[in-house]
């Protein structure tokens, strides 16, 4: 199943994707719902981030590929971002003033379905609702340099998700491709990240709850490329879809 979050005629709505068209619910993912029996084309709609999460949280160094010369860690190590940077299918990502080095980072997003407390990676894969596609866009000159991540990991725009939730992928072995401008930049298998999702979720919940909706960036593989204004930027992940940003500058 894929759920689709989406405005159309100023209203915003769930919906499932059945083909070219989405099943239009009454609810949430994250709460009851029911189908309505209406139906409407995934032409007509605008498709929103599929969550408005309270919190973003993500995995810094967690494929091999991306570790270089760097030693695996003992434990997920993990960063926020806030729910201000969350970025829609298709909207544009900004660069800012001040760091002329900013990146793309595609990567698998873990979308939670039930609260998540002290969970054990089995309890927290049971609340897990699905999975999406992100990009972790990180401003490099103020990562290396701030004392905190705040604007090089979360300032607004830099957490693009999309194009839905998809509830029923192997996100262990799923194929995940960045390309700029049509050209791969990133190409790896989710079997290459170090800690597994579970993990991931069971150990961020020993210190902060986590809600229906909240997000969890995963990690990027390999390496990461510079964007520049006029890019147009593409997350796919296997069964998932395409998450498709443009860049633009202040």
Request: hydrophobic fraction near 35%; glycine fraction near 10%.
């Amino acid at each position: 199943m894929k759920f689709a979050r989406y405005t159309l005629d100023g209203t915003i709505s769930y919906g499932i994707v059945s083909g070219d068209r989405l099943r239009v619910l009454s609810g949430s993912p994250f709460t009851e719902y029911s189908e309505t029996g209406e139906t409407v084309a995934l032409a007509d709609v605008q498709l929103l981030a599929p969550t408005t999460p309270s919190k973003v949280l993500a995995v810094g160094l967690n494929y091999r590929s991306h570790l270089g010369r760097q030693p695996e860690p003992g434990n997920p190590e993990i960063f926020i971002k806030t729910p201000s940077c969350i970025n829609d299918p298709g909207g544009e990502i900004v660069l800012p003033d001040g760091d002329d080095e900013v990146h793309a980072e595609g990567e698998l997003v873990v979308v939670i379905k039930e609260q998540t407390r002290k969970a054990t990676p089995e309890e927290a894969a049971a609340n897990i609702l699905g999975v999406t596609c992100g990009n972790d866009v990180s401003a490099r000159t103020w990562q290396s340099n701030d004392l905190q991540w705040w604007r090089a990991k979360a300032s607004d725009t830099f957490g693009p998700m999309g194009p839905v939730i998809a509830t029923d992928v192997d996100y262990t072995d799923a194929q995940l491709e960045t390309r700029i401008n049509g050209d791969v930049v990133q190409a790896q298998t989710t079997a290459d990240l170090i800690f597994p999702v579970p993990t991931i979720v069971s150990f961020i919940s020993q210190a902060i709850t986590l809600e229906p909706g909240d997000a969890v960036f995963t990690g990027t593989p390999g390496t990461t490329s510079a964007l520049k204004a006029g890019d147009v930027v593409e997350i796919e992940i296997e069964g998932i879809g395409v998450l498709k940003n443009h860049v633009v500058g202040q």
